[in-house]
């Protein structure tokens, strides 16, 4: 499997020591025991002299990832069609402060943290779930650094960006143009700035699910609904005043290695979202006349809807739109479970450029695992060993 993926990543290298170095490191970020990091995987191939010849590889070669990540999605996708492209952020916690991007940070499960934060492009079914590409996210401290920026090599085009518009430009900055087949986006993530960031996707003509608070603003533009007319009203509101029309929806529990069937209920409404400005240019937003649907679920009516979501996809059936959502829990729990297994949050140079060749082999050695245990017929088929 190593080497069927290996000869469909690296086609787009021009050297064959090329070739050959980026099949040994995965075969590294697979075999070593503990931490990836190229010391442990230059150990694995033969010592000091690999050493220098992985970090050369890694850090400063001429490679460039974008086409590793595309031949990786396609390849993926002809093993497997995805039902969705899911958004997840990834939190790499780091002693020091030399590494590209590293900052203070919140993490709903680290709390306050100081390390890195990125987003993560999963292909997702319910048959295989692998990384494809990744964005990194820099905060001001690095972006309007110059110093920073020259010694972490840093590209002029990486700018300033919000975590929202990191997360959107994962998917929409690269992948859009890739040679695949149009799916649904689904952003495991927290918006804040709906019509900015679905209006993105519309924009792009790329179909979109995210994640809000119960907070976030929206008009009511059923005519026939509860606040109608009445102006902005918080998510939670409005679906408070619907739970009348929730309707039981049953899905794969996609937490569940075996797939157990879950049901809970849900209703999705036609809104608007609410005008606002835009978080950097203070502009007022542009897509506050879109229709959008608003989805919630409940897991216990009783109580407040367990997870709203919204979307652009409106003649999607509630039912599939619920089931959709639960493709992003699926890329939390691979994450969590298998992630240090292939390096994924084990790389310890500082350049900008070697975390994204690291993360690209890293995603490549995650897939070589996880299509390995699926061609063994696993039930629960999250890459534990090569």
């Not at 075969?27 to 191939?45: D, E, F, W, Y």
């Not at 993530?189 to 119960?214: L, Q, Y």
């Not at 809970?264 to 609410?274: F, K, Q, Y």
């Not at 890329?331 to 298998?338: E, G, K, V, W």
Request: charged letters at 25%; proline letters at 5%.
């Amino acid at each position: 499997m190593t080497r069927e993926l290996a000869d469909a990543l690296f086609a787009s290298f021009a050297r064959r020591d090329q070739r050959k170095k980026g099949e040994q490191y995965l075969r590294g970020l697979l075999q070593v025991q503990g931490r990836k990091s190229i010391r442990n995987i230059a150990a694995h191939m033969g010592g000091p002299a690999a050493e220098q010849s992985l970090h050369h590889f890694i850090s400063s070669s001429t490679w460039d990832w974008t086409p590793v990540r595309e031949a990786l999605a396609v390849h993926l996708t002809q093993v497997s069609a995805p039902q969705a492209w899911v958004v997840h952020p990834m939190s790499i916690p780091k002693a020091g402060d030399q590494s590209v991007g590293v900052d203070y940070g919140l993490d709903p499960c680290l709390g306050v943290f100081r390390g890195q934060r990125a987003f993560g492009v999963w292909h997702a079914s319910e048959t295989l779930n692998t990384p494809v590409n990744w964005r990194l996210f820099l905060p001001d401290s690095w972006t309007q650094d110059d110093t920073r920026r020259r010694r972490a090599e840093i590209p002029e085009e990486a700018g300033e960006a919000t975590l929202e518009e990191c997360a959107a430009s994962a998917f929409l900055d690269t992948m859009r143009d890739w040679r695949l087949a149009s799916r649904p986006v689904v952003l495991n993530t927290h918006v804040g700035h709906v019509e900015a960031t679905i209006g993105r996707f519309t924009d792009a003509g790329v179909p979109v699910i995210a994640r809000v608070g119960d907070s976030a603003q929206f008009l009511v533009h059923d005519p026939a609904l509860p606040g109608y007319g009445g102006g902005a009203l918080a998510a939670e509101q409005i679906l408070a005043s619907v739970t009348g029309l929730r309707r039981p929806v049953e899905w794969a529990d996609q937490l569940d290695p075996w797939g157990a069937r879950r049901s809970s209920l849900a209703v999705a409404i036609r809104v608007g979202a609410a005008a606002s400005r835009n978080v950097r240019t203070g502009r007022p937003g542009h897509g506050a006349g879109w229709d959008l649907k608003l989805v919630g679920e409940w897991q216990d009516p009783r109580r407040s809807p367990g997870a709203l979501w919204v979307t652009n996809m409106m003649s999607v059936p509630t039912s599939a739109l619920v089931r959709l959502t639960k493709l992003g829990g699926r890329a939390c729990r691979d994450l969590s479970a298998a992630g240090e297994d292939v390096g994924l949050k084990d790389f310890e140079g500082r350049s900008f450029r070697g975390w994204h060749r690291h993360m690209t082999l890293a995603s490549a050695a995650y897939a070589v695992a996880a299509l390995t245990r699926r061609q063994r017929g696993a039930k629960d088929y999250l890459p534990r060993s090569a």
